[in-house]
């Protein structure tokens, strides 16, 4: 038995060894696919001047409808469906990026999910522009409450009241704590309960200060969900602006839906694109003034915080 451990140990250490080794050159091999997909994108970007601008809107602010309105332009190749560009590996992403680009001059990329993983898009080819739709922190929460309702993500006699209280209780004791709060703000999505999001999503200026920490401020457009959803025409003629392309949407382009109260628009290449909410028979539901005005009180501070640094003043107060 004792002269059988040596082949043993050796079996296992060949194992060992050939695993190890395995790991380690798909690692360099990975490494050296990685740098060469960055260097082929340079030289795309550079050589056929070809372009291509992040969106990151925060969920329920209209970002579906902006994407649907500027993936009308002709210049403009928006990726379809949305590519996970912040919680997807390289290469995947990387690849969509490549193919799009030999479609149109400018793509466009949109991620919800940036907004609270706003490093992780750095793992690519820098983007050219960075767009931000930012809307009513309450307003934003009240409708956030709906759809995790409306998708079962909360028990059915879940009433916002509570979710609210909750959410408020959590965040001003977590606040205490600097750690504690940093962990939590870049872990929003990990950490449980999930519907805290709700509430902590609107609290802007803690994403919005990454954003000015590793751009310049002029590579980033904020727009406004108020705006895009009263006067759409104005957002797009300021989003053409600042890509640099053609006014190919204007506002003449626009029309409401009475019935919805929704924009459409009418091109002539085109049938009408509507942006319009699903019919559905779930009932109505509604928030009381004390959670409106203590989501007011709450975010108050963060606002204010968030105009200081973008200079920019929201109708929001």
Known sequence: MLKRVP?????????????????????VCFSHRKIANIAQSTRIFKEE????????????????ALKTFIGLHPDIHPIYPDPHACDTPFEPFNKRLMEALTKKKYVFVADNRCMLNNEAFERYQRPSKIIVLLCD???????????FMKKGYLPPNSSFTNVVQDALNFLKNTSKDAKMWENYMKNIRQVAPFEYSIVSTGIYVMFMQEFYDRYDQQDILILSGEELRNDPGSSLEKLQTFLDVKQAITNEMFFKNRQTGFY???LQQYPEVCKLPRKTNEPTLSADKESINNLKEFYKKYNKQLFNLTRREFKWL
């Not at 922190?137 to 759809?147: E, L, N, T």
């Open 137 to 147: 922190p309450v307003r934003r929460a009240f409708s956030d409450f709906k759809h």
């Open 7 to 27: 082949a043993v140990v050796t079996v296992l250490l060949t194992v060992v060894f050939c695993a190890v080794f395995y790991y380690f050159n798909n690692e």
């Open 49 to 64: 001047n070809k372009k291509y601008a992040f969106f990151i809107g925060v969920k329920k602010c209209g970002t579906t």
């Open 264 to 266: 459409c628009i009418r």
